[in-house]
């Protein structure tokens, strides 16, 4: 069982950057792929990006990508989500999840074994 808690989000104005933190407390967080997925009013969960085991390769939606970065200090059993250029479209509850099985790219939700209970980001115009 892998434990994951956010943290980071908030309300902030367009334009602006923001930073989600995921921890992962244990000793095989090294051993997860690492991703990132949003909840807006709908109930479907969207890929916004997963990072490699190792941190050696990331994955993006198209929609965030080159505006959001994952990265991952396995040290820290942690997974950073830093968002720039945020718009009101990407107000959504951001959770972080783990998956076990090392497929890649893995964007499909079904695949993430544990998750974390999700982060408020409200992105005001």
């Known amino acids: 069982q892998v434990h994951l808690v956010e943290s980071g989000g908030r309300s902030v104005q367009a334009g602006g950057s923001l930073t989600l933190s995921c921890v992962a407390p244990?000793?095989?967080?090294?051993?997860?792929?690492m991703g990132w997925f949003r909840q807006a009013q709908g109930p479907e969960r969207e890929f916004v990006g997963a990072?490699?085991?190792?941190?050696?390769?990331?994955d993006y939606a198209d929609s965030v990508k080159d505006r959001f970065t994952i990265s991952r200090d396995n040290s820290k059993n942690t997974v950073f989500l830093q968002m720039n250029s945020l718009k009101p479209e990407d107000t959504a509850v951001y959770y972080c999840?783990?998956?076990?099985?090392?497929?890649?790219?893995?964007?499909?939700?079904?695949?993430?074994?544990?998750w974390g209970q999700g982060t408020q980001v409200t992105v005001s115009s």
């Open positions: 999840a783990a998956a076990n099985f090392p497929k890649w790219p893995n964007r499909d939700q079904r695949d993430y074994d544990y």
């Open positions: 990072i490699t085991r190792s941190g050696g390769s990331r």
């Open positions: 244990g000793r095989t967080f090294g051993a997860y792929i």
